[in-house]
Each structure stands twice: as structure tokens, then as C-alpha cells.
């Protein structure tokens, strides 16, 4: 793992989240996005080096609402940029960690993305990012 890609953040109101963290970090957020797949909006906050990720759930069957009803709103996944994706999921699972899905798909800020299950990592979800190369 190369560094710390971003720190996804579980939100209910993604508009007024980003009102916040804008008052927050100084600075508007750079990007918005809607991930399908996942049932999420985000928006995306460059902070130094690394970035913030608000998700908000657009349905009520999206991990994201069922973490915000089980946990309420904070932080949700910390997110690790990799060089190989699929080498390092075989990797980890060598290593004895659960894969939440073994085949990357495609992620929100032109990533192939995969997870952790927290239940092998302490209880903290992991996401591993590699940029899309086109």
C-alpha cells in the first residue's frame, strides 16, 4: 500500500455536509459524483495530500444507509491507494484478511476499488483504490 487515498465519510444531507466541511477545510469541494453500484452520491475534498469522501445514500438499500441506521453519520471506510489491485487482494487474502469482493469494480473518483471485510481489520472497513489507467 502506497499512502492513504482518502477517508470516506457516511453522511445524511450531503448538500449541508458540504456546507460544513467547506467552513471547515476553507475550500468548496472539488467534485461531485454518483456511484450506481453502491447507491451513493459523494463529493470529494482535497485536504493537503490526502482527501475527504462525504457519502450520502441515494436508496434505502445502499451500505451507506444501512451504516448511518446501524451507526449514524462519521467515518465509514479509510480508503489505500495500491499499485496492483488484484495482486494485492490475493496478497491479503494469502495474509488471512476477508475480501468483501474479489473482483475490483469500479469506484467514484476514477478508481477500481476493493474492500475489506472489518471484521479482519479491527472493525475499520478498508478500501483499496488503483487509479483507472485509459
Known amino acids: 500500500m502506497n499512502k492513504i487515498e482518502h477517508i470516506g465519510i457516511a453522511v445524511k444531507?450531503?448538500?449541508e455536509s458540504n456546507d460544513l466541511f467547506s467552513k471547515l477545510f476553507g475550500k468548496p469541494h472539488y467534485k461531485t459524483e454518483e456511484v450506481l453500484s453502491e447507491g451513493v452520491n459523494t463529493s470529494f475534498f482535497q485536504v493537503g495530500e490526502n482527501k475527504i469522501e462525504l457519502l450520502e445514500a441515494t436508496n434505502a438499500n445502499?451500505?451507506?444507509?444501512?451504516?448511518?441506521?446501524?451507526?449514524?453519520?462519521?467515518?465509514?471506510?479509510i480508503a489505500f491507494d495500491v499499485l496492483d489491485i488484484?495482486?494485492?487482494?490475493?496478497?491479503?487474502?494469502?495474509?488471512?484478511?476477508?475480501?468483501?469482493?474479489?473482483?475490483?469494480?469500479?469506484?467514484?473518483?476514477?478508481?477500481?476499488?476493493?474492500?475489506?471485510?472489518?471484521?479482519?481489520?479491527?472493525?475499520?472497513?478498508?478500501?483499496l483504490c488503483q487509479e483507472i489507467k485509459e
Open 62 to 77: 445502499s451500505p451507506i444507509a444501512k451504516f448511518i441506521e446501524k451507526k449514524g453519520e462519521g467515518i465509514h471506510h
Open 13 to 15: 444531507n450531503l448538500k
Open 86 to 127: 488484484e495482486e494485492e487482494i490475493q496478497r491479503l487474502k494469502c495474509e488471512g484478511f476477508i475480501v468483501l469482493n474479489e473482483t475490483p469494480k469500479k469506484g467514484a473518483d476514477n478508481k477500481l476499488v476493493a474492500f475489506l471485510h472489518p471484521k479482519s481489520t479491527n472493525g475499520v472497513l478498508i478500501e
